[in-house]
T-cell receptor
Framework: GEKVEQHESTLSVREGDSAVINCTYTDTASSYFPWYKQEAGKSLHFVID?????DRKQSQRLIVLLDKKAKRFSLHITATQPEDSAIYFCAASMATGNYKYVFGAGTRLKVIA | NAGVIQTPRHKVTGKGQEATLWCEPISGHSAVFWYRQTIVQGLEFLTY????????DSGMPKERFSAQMPNQSHSTLKIQSTQPQDSAVYLCASNWGNQDTQYFGPGTRLLVL
C-alpha cells in the first residue's frame, strides 16, 4: 500500500524566513496531496492541496510543489510568522474510488521571533 | 455550518469496558472517514463510508473494533473490551465523497486505564 514519508520531523526558522517541508510517496496512483496544520491540542485544519494535473499551486504565503517523476511534494511557507508554528502533516490519496488519506509523520515547525 | 461534530470530546474507560464514539458529518457530506492519532503510530486510517455504505475498513483492528453509519447524519465507532493500547485521539472527517478535501472534527480523546 501507499507510504508517505515526511522528511523533516522538526524545523526551526526565523520569523520572515521561508520554511520548506518535504514529503515523498510510493504509489504512482496517488493523485491528490493535501496539507494540514495542527496546533497544540487542536484537530487538523486544512491549509492547501495539490492535484496531480498541476505541479505548482499557491495560496497567499503557501506554495505547494509536486514532482510526479520523483514522487515528491513540498510545502513552502514564505515570510513566516509566529502563528505559523504548528505541526504540519502531508497526505496522499488515490483517485480510484477509495479516497482515504495516508499521512506523513508530521513536521513540527517553530517560527522564532 | 457547525463543522464535523464529535462526541464525547473526552472519554476515560476502564480496561475491558466498551467505548462508543459518535460523529456527525457536515450537512450534505456523503463520506465519513475515521482515523486514529497516537504519538507512536501517528495518523492512521481506520475505516470509511460513502452514502452510508462501508467502502474500506482495512485499517480497523480485526477484533473489538466496529463502525456503522445508520443514517446520513451520524456514524459510530465502537470498541469492545478496550485495552490500554486503544488510548488515542479518534478523528472523524467528512467530505462530498469524491477526491476532495476532508474536514476534520475536533476528535475524541480516549484514555483506557
Amino acid at each position: 500500500g501507499e507510504k508517505v514519508e515526511q522528511h523533516e520531523s522538526t524545523l526551526s526558522v526565523r520569523e520572515g524566513d521561508s520554511a520548506v517541508i518535504n514529503c515523498t510517496y510510493t504509489d504512482t496512483a496517488s493523485s491528490y496531496f493535501p496539507w494540514y496544520k495542527q496546533e497544540a491540542g487542536k484537530s487538523l485544519h486544512f491549509v492547501i492541496d495539490i492535484r496531480s494535473n498541476v505541479d505548482r499551486k499557491q495560496s497567499q504565503r503557501l506554495i505547494v510543489l509536486l514532482d510526479k517523476k520523483a514522487k515528491r511534494f513540498s510545502l513552502h511557507i514564505t515570510a513566516t510568522q509566529p502563528e505559523d508554528s504548528a505541526i504540519y502533516f502531508c497526505a496522499a490519496s488515490m483517485a480510484t474510488g477509495n479516497y482515504k488519506y495516508v499521512f506523513g509523520a508530521g513536521t513540527r515547525l517553530k517560527v522564532i521571533a | 455550518n457547525a463543522g464535523v461534530i464529535q462526541t464525547p470530546r473526552h472519554k476515560v474507560t476502564g480496561k475491558g469496558q466498551e467505548a462508543t464514539l459518535w460523529c456527525e458529518p457536515i450537512s450534505g457530506h456523503s463520506a465519513v472517514f475515521w482515523y486514529r492519532q497516537t504519538i507512536v503510530q501517528g495518523l492512521e486510517f481506520l475505516t470509511y463510508f460513502r452514502n452510508q455504505a462501508p467502502i474500506d475498513d482495512s485499517g480497523m483492528p480485526k477484533e473489538r473494533f466496529s463502525a456503522q453509519m445508520p443514517n446520513q447524519s451520524h456514524s459510530t465507532l465502537k470498541i469492545q473490551s478496550t485495552q490500554p493500547q486503544d488510548s488515542a485521539v479518534y478523528l472523524c472527517a467528512s467530505n462530498w465523497g469524491n477526491q476532495d478535501t476532508q474536514y476534520f472534527g475536533p476528535g475524541t480523546r480516549l484514555l483506557v486505564l
